[in-house]
């Protein structure tokens, strides 16, 4: 049997550490079909064989069909519901005190919806607005428009370590797909131009805290005062302010999902065209639609989201997103100390023969030779003996009547 020694109160000490981990997120997982799920989950009857979109979109760190894939963030957008994008669009409020929108708007209340749902789990109230910079009380500054990021307990841990984040997407849309100017159909086409750095910088020296718990301003890293976003570090969310992250008043054109029957040239049932239609064989629902309010308010939220996840972040290998976690670790040491005269037997039916002489000292040597032992494990038990946990040291240590020995355990949590 096991030889027993009770551990001190002085014996046991606790401490407390910190482990980073620097996460890359390159730019290929972002755009790639393969790699970001939809779910969905949103249907709308009406004209034509109506609109199903997702709600959020799941980026993976590979193939999300693969069983080894793992989710990195979700990522959706939002209306602040007393925004110029909301109040401008809405044709007024019903009696149950619903928005009410015309049929060429997409989501509106979704939207609403979620930016609400963000606003009560970050800052307490789901009335309340984002601005950039944070706790600004200028009007210039809400967020109107937001794109949200929400990265996966797996890659923040415990939080997003302050300083360290940064994402690379493009400013400005892009000009290809044969056309001259930024207009040509540039919906759905990778943007090539105005790549920017949007980081946490001087995070560390102004620190904040709010419902959600601590609080960043994203600036622009080329000039600090442009201030486009916000972590929040404990709750590992990104909120972007589409009106600054990206040129908002540029003109946009392609196809989204709308209320329409039947087919025209490249545009399919179901489908309708927004912004300058040159290179489009149907009317536009709106020839001069831009970036903000427009596409915000027409385009359902998948359409939204695959905008700036696949066009805005390019489709290399390049890092896109980058930053550290923070992983407490809290520790608790135990000092199990043996002094010179115990623990130099063993419990091992082997130690002893059968005339119970021991066999590690040699017959005739009894009064020369002393007894020793080798540890090899600590068994930690509770007061009632029952074994809790069990510590293997890396080799075999001797312990003799000549000198004291002391192992130390330390336990993480």
Do not use: W
């Not at 730019?27 to 009406?46: N, P």
């Not at 029957?261 to 239609?277: E, K």
């Amino acid at each position: 049997m096991a030889t027993f020694k009770e551990i001190s109160a002085a014996d046991v000490k606790t401490s407390r550490s910190v482990l980073n981990q620097l996460v890359d997120v390159i730019q290929e997982d972002i755009s790639g079909s393969a790699t970001r799920k939809k779910y969905q989950l949103f249907v709308t009857g009406g004209v034509g064989p109506g609109v199903t979109s997702s709600l959020y979109h799941t980026v993976y760190d590979q193939d999300f069909s693969l069983q080894t894939a793992n989710s990195i963030f979700d990522t959706t957008a939002g209306l602040y519901a007393e925004g110029t994008t909301v109040v401008s669009s809405s044709t007024g409020v019903d009696t149950a005190g619903k928005y009410l929108f015309p049929s060429q708007s997409m989501m509106m209340r979704e939207k609403i919806d979620i930016y609400q749902q963000y606003a009560a789990s970050l800052l307490g109230d789901a009335s309340a607005n984002f601005t950039t910079p944070f706790g600004s009380a200028t009007a210039a500054d809400v967020v109107d428009s937001a794109l949200f990021i929400s990265f996966k307990r797996l890659f923040t841990r415990d939080k997003i370590k302050r300083e360290t984040f940064a994402m690379r997407m493009h400013y400005s849309s892009s000009l290809a797909n044969g056309g001259s100017t930024i207009a040509d159909r540039n919906l759905n086409v990778t943007s090539e131009l105005d790549e920017r750095i949007y980081t946490d910088f001087g995070a560390a020296t102004n620190r904040r805290r709010t419902f959600g718990g601590e609080v960043g301003d994203l600036v622009n890293s080329s000039d600090t005062t442009d201030k486009v976003g916000l972590v929040f570090y404990d709750a590992g969310t990104i909120v972007l302010n589409i009106d600054r992250i990206i040129s908002s008043s540029q003109p946009v054109s392609g196809v989204i999902a709308g209320m329409r029957t039947g087919t025209s040239g490249d545009v399919a049932t179901g489908q309708v065209v927004i912004g300058g239609n040159s290179f489009l064989s149907v009317g536009s629902i709106n020839p001069n639609a831009t970036f903000t309010p427009d596409l915000m308010v027409s385009a359902s939220i998948d359409d939204i989201v695959d905008h700036f996840m696949s066009c805005r972040f390019s489709s290399g290998s390049l890092t896109a997103q980058t930053f550290q976690n923070n992983t407490n670790i809290n520790s608790t040491l135990l000092f199990c100390r043996a002094t010179a005269d115990e623990f130099n037997y063993s419990s091992n039916p082997t130690y002893t023969d059968t005339s119970n002489r021991i066999v590690v000292i040699d017959e005739g040597q009894e009064d020369v030779q002393r007894a020793f032992s080798f540890i090899t494990t600590v068994g930690l038990y509770d007061a009632n003996d029952n074994l809790l946990a069990v510590a293997k040291l890396s080799r075999p240590i001797e312990k003799n009547d000549e000198k004291d020995l002391t192992v130390r355990i330390r336990l993480d949590f």
